[in-house]
């Protein structure tokens, strides 16, 4: 199972991810592990994935999509991007840069208090032989 937003589909994931990328040493946001490298997914997961599953003699049953929508207040959302791994490697002084920008996009740009965020969740059922 892997559940996360969808940055796509929001103008604040989309603004949040865009001041995440000013604090990058390069400006981009790679996915971590090995999905940084994956060219193809099939429901959410590295194509390569259903290969070596295979090869260490589990078996797809199933694999499905579900989207669905958290609210997070401005603070509760803040909260959550700081969880992020992006931001877990930054110095202190950068993580708190982007967190104040992000306060202060928030406040200004989003007035509304609840932030509807979508979010995926993917999902693969294995058996093992």
Known sequence: MDSGFISNESRVVYETLNIIKRFTSDGILRSAGSKAEAKEFK???PSSWFNEWEKARFHLIDSWQQDYTVHFSHEGWRGRVRALSWLAA????K??????ELEKRLNEGFTNEELLIPHRCSIVILKSS
């Open 43 to 45: 429901n959410g997961f």
């Open 90 to 93: 930054m110095d202190d002084k």
């Open 95 to 100: 993580r708190k840069c982007a967190d104040d």
